[in-house]
């Protein structure tokens, strides 16, 4: 279980040694997320936790801050304000209200904020819980403890439910999709969409089954779309994936505006990696996994290949003059340029 150390000012100066580039509220918050988490689980309830708040739980080299917690609910439970009563008597938290911003669409979710008293300047401060009410469906699932080197923790461990990384690779595709099913581009929201592209280049490092992948993509679009009343399909949303990848590997000679959405989003997003540290060559790298990845799904693929820092790239060309533009990366960003050219092979078959 979490210690009640972890919530006092001490605790967070231990932990701000090791990333000092970052802004401390952002760490505590990141610390009140997790205990919100545990004592949401403590209390009782069964849910999936879900989101990238859920990667610090899989990664120990999962290198982001997240400020709130997202849950899958198959229905609202009749006890849940007594949960959330429970959670404040306990002491961290000194009380909770419902968050009644606009969902997108018919998105079936509520929000809630649970305040508390900053240890840096006194402050009430809230920690958001989002819950989706979702079916569970076909989800790739496993237990895990609430652990992570920004909580001292002390035996008992508490166990949370969460999806596979294939499973939340899937999920979060649907996401980096600013057309479609995504965060949409001119909404304030840019960071969220490089917080998913952040994501899903972390997850494809640790892909392993593309069923998995697959299933939960399709699984999720099919909510995404309806919730929105979308006629589109499935591969109109991996479209829409593969073209903002591409979009942030021209650097703003395709699709400019879009571009410039995209580097504010960047920008914005530094203060959430750990010491601030993600660049456009950062963001490049992983728009070519994703985009790999898509073209993966679209061709029915069961396997893909991985970057070796051994693999030779001399004869490996580029060969279509209407993707000169990413050739440079042959030289500049050999791990990129490896998983573009697999892409674009994909696309020319």
């Known amino acids: 279980m979490i210690t009640r150390n972890s919530a006092s000012k001490e605790w967070l100066d231990t932990v701000m040694k090791s990333y000092k580039k970052n802004d401390p509220g952002i760490v505590?918050?990141?610390?009140?997320?997790?205990?919100?988490?545990?004592?949401?689980?403590?209390?009782?309830?069964?849910?999936?936790?879900?989101?990238?708040?859920?990667?610090?739980?899989?990664?120990?080299?999962?290198?982001?801050?997240?400020?709130?917690?997202?849950?899958?609910?198959?229905?609202?439970?009749?006890?849940?304000?007594?949960?959330?009563?429970?959670?404040?008597?306990?002491g961290v938290f000194k009380s909770w209200f419902e968050d009644k911003r606009k969902t997108p669409s018919d998105v079936p979710k509520t929000h809630y904020g649970f305040v508390r008293e900053s240890v840096l300047d006194g402050r009430e401060r809230a920690v958001f819980l989002d819950i989706l009410y979702q079916e569970v469906g076909t989800r790739s699932l496993l237990r895990v403890p609430v652990r992570h080197r920004v909580i001292e923790t002390?035996?008992?461990?508490?166990?949370?439910?969460?999806?596979?990384?294939d499973a939340l690779l899937g999920d979060k595709l649907t996401a980096f999709a600013p057309?479609?099913?995504?965060?949409?581009?001119?909404?304030?929201?840019?960071?969220?969409?490089?917080?998913?592209l952040f994501d899903l280049g972390v997850l494809f490092d640790n892909l392993a089954d593309l069923d998995v992948v697959r299933k939960s993509f399709v699984q999720n679009c099919m909510f995404e779309l309806g919730y929105r009343k979308l006629d589109?399909?499935?591969?109109?949303?991996?479209?829409?994936?593969?073209?903002?990848a591409i979009t942030l590997a021209y650097r703003g000679a395709y699709k400019r505006e879009q571009f410039s959405y995209l580097m504010t989003g960047i920008k914005a997003f530094k203060a959430f990696s750990f010491n601030s540290s993600f660049s456009l060559e950062d963001a490049i790298k992983s728009s070519a996994k994703v985009a790999y990845l898509v073209q993966l799904m679209k061709a029915g693929k069961g396997r893909h290949e991985k970057f070796r820092e051994t693999i030779d790239l001399r004869d490996v060309n580029i060969t279509n003059p209407s993707w000169n533009k990413l050739k440079k990366l042959k030289k500049t960003d050999p791990e990129a340029f490896f998983y573009l050219f697999n892409a674009l092979k994909l696309i020319e078959q």
């Not at 982001?64 to 849940?80: A, E, H, V």
């Not at 035996?155 to 990384?165: A, C, G, K």
């Not at 479609?180 to 969220?192: C, F, L, N, S, V």
């Open 28 to 90: 505590e918050k990141t610390i009140m997320a997790l205990t919100l988490l545990e004592q949401l689980s403590v209390e009782g309830l069964d849910f999936i936790f879900k989101g990238g708040t859920s990667l610090m739980l899989l990664l120990d080299s999962y290198n982001r801050f997240s400020l709130d917690i997202d849950i899958l609910l198959p229905d609202k439970p009749k006890n849940l304000e007594y949960i959330f009563n429970r959670i404040c008597n306990n």
């Open 232 to 244: 589109l399909s499935e591969v109109d949303v991996l479209n829409d994936c593969i073209d903002t």
């Open 179 to 196: 057309n479609t099913t995504g965060i949409p581009y001119g909404t304030g929201k840019e960071a969220e969409i490089i917080k998913q």
């Open 154 to 165: 002390a035996p008992p461990d508490v166990l949370v439910t969460i999806q596979t990384l």
